[in-house]
């Protein structure tokens, strides 16, 4: 079973904040978190990930609670092409066997409204 | 490069027939994987190789057989296909637990 909580679903405005929380209240300490997002049926994309510092890259920002419980991915300007279904992943970063497995839950499905 | 390339695109069989997915990759991955994707639902590992030569079952195995026929390539089989097994299956790689896993286009699949 996946390890973490999503809402099923989400509005945003295009051009504004968009903000997807999650919960992961039994996460390890050898555990990140993982965010991929599946744009119509295409293969999952990978967007970002940490461990307990808050990350940025082109395309998100992860922020992550001190507690590691939770986490919120934000997209600062969302555009329609941001359709998606957004999956927040647990995951054990150690070498062999299923640790490393991806666990995908329902996600959150996201719509950018004009 | 690539990526991870699946082949067919779209495949639909009766049930009973058998038929091969197959997957290859160009990045010198070290994992592959095997996912189905359900409608509405999240994507669940029916089986996964760790490395060149080895195999291990995922959560949702039965049905199917895979092959690592070498590095590149992982295929899926499935011997006597059923209409459960009506479903989209993305392949995926990686080259170590450390990085991300890469998708391929998936493979649509429809059992009558």
């Known amino acids: 079973d996946a390890k973490t909580t999503q809402p099923p679903s989400m509005d945003c405005a295009e051009g504004r904040a968009a903000n997807l929380p999650c919960n992961h209240s039994?996460?390890?300490?050898?555990?990140?978190v993982y965010w991929y997002r599946q744009i119509h049926s295409q293969g999952p994309q990978y967007i970002i990930h940490?461990?307990?510092n808050n990350e940025t890259n082109e395309m998100a920002s992860l922020i992550i609670t001190e507690d590691r419980k939770s986490s919120t991915l934000i997209l600062p300007h969302a555009t329609l092409r941001d359709t998606a279904v957004y999956y927040c992943?647990?995951?054990?970063?150690?070498?062999?066997?299923?640790?490393?497995?991806?666990?995908f839950g329902k996600g959150t499905k996201l719509s950018v409204k004009p | 490069n690539a990526g991870v390339t699946q082949t067919p695109k779209f495949q639909v069989l009766k049930t009973g027939q058998s038929m091969t997915l197959q997957c290859a990759q160009d990045?010198?991955?070290?994992?592959m994987y095997w996912y189905r994707q359900d409608p509405g639902m999240g994507l669940r590992l029916i089986y996964y190789?760790?490395?060149?030569?080895?195999?291990d079952k995922g959560e949702v195995p039965n049905g199917y057989n895979v092959s690592r026929l070498n590095k590149r390539e992982f295929s899926l089989r499935l011997e006597s296909a059923a209409p459960s097994q009506t479903s989209v299956y993305f392949c995926a790689s990686i080259r170590n637990n450390q990085e991300t896993q890469y998708f391929g286009p998936g493979t649509r699949l429809l059992v009558l």
């Open positions: 039994t996460i390890s300490g050898n555990e990140y």
């Open positions: 992943i647990v995951r054990s970063l150690y070498y062999g066997g299923s640790q490393g497995n991806l666990i």
């Open positions: 990045m010198n991955h070290n994992s």
């Open positions: 190789s760790a490395s060149e030569g080895t195999t």
């Open positions: 940490g461990l307990k």
